[in-house]
């Protein structure tokens, strides 16, 4: 249930790789203490659907990639012109390769993999100038 979750957080690292760590302040560890669970209608980035979800009834998530996304964009990314070099709609954009504890988030769920304590997110861009 998602009222046992209310008010706690989850610590996480997320790293950038390829060059991502010019996006954000060009750190490339962040150590990140996150909600453990969110409403889907309060993402900035949520489309009608989510809100429309949330309204029907469907409550809290637990915190999941799609909050991490949308949380590293509004939160974290330097240049707030341009976060399409990070984010397309919900996800990352195409070119970037996620890693969630080492694994490929293709494996893991991708957006609704649900974030745990000591998790270790990595953003690898594979796109180079030239």
Same mark, same amino acid.
């Given at each position: 249930?998602? @009222?046992?979750? /209310?008010? =706690? ?17 060009? +750190?490339?560890? $962040? =150590?990140?203490? #996150?909600? &453990? &669970? ?12 989510? !809100?429309? &979800?949330?309204? +029907?009834? %469907?409550? %809290?998530?637990? @915190?999941?990639?799609?909050? #991490?996304?949308?949380?590293?964009? $509004? $939160?974290? #990314?330097?240049? +707030?012109?341009?976060? %399409? *070099?990070?984010? =397309? ?7 970037? *390769?996620? #890693?969630?504890?080492?694994? !490929?988030?293709?494996?893991?769920? %991708?957006?609704?993999?649900? /974030? +745990? !304590?000591? !998790?270790?997110? /990595?953003?690898?861009? @594979?796109?180079?100038?030239?």
């Amino acid at each position: 249930m998602a @009222t046992d979750i /209310v008010g =706690q957080t989850v610590n996480i690292t997320v790293e950038f790789g390829g060059g991502m760590d010019a996006l954000f302040s060009n +750190k490339k560890r $962040h =150590q990140l203490s #996150l909600p &453990s &669970s969110y409403l889907p209608s309060t993402l900035p980035s949520s489309s009608s659907n989510a !809100d429309s &979800s949330a309204i +029907k009834g %469907e409550g %809290e998530k637990r @915190t999941d990639i799609r909050y #991490l996304i949308s949380y590293l964009l $509004h $939160h974290h #990314l330097s240049d +707030k012109n341009r976060p %399409e *070099l990070f984010a =397309q709609g919900e996800s990352v954009r195409p070119g970037i *390769l996620v #890693l969630i504890n080492s694994t !490929d988030w293709e494996l893991e769920g %991708e957006l609704e993999y649900e /974030v +745990k !304590d000591g !998790d270790e997110v /990595v953003f690898i861009s @594979t796109l180079h100038g030239g």
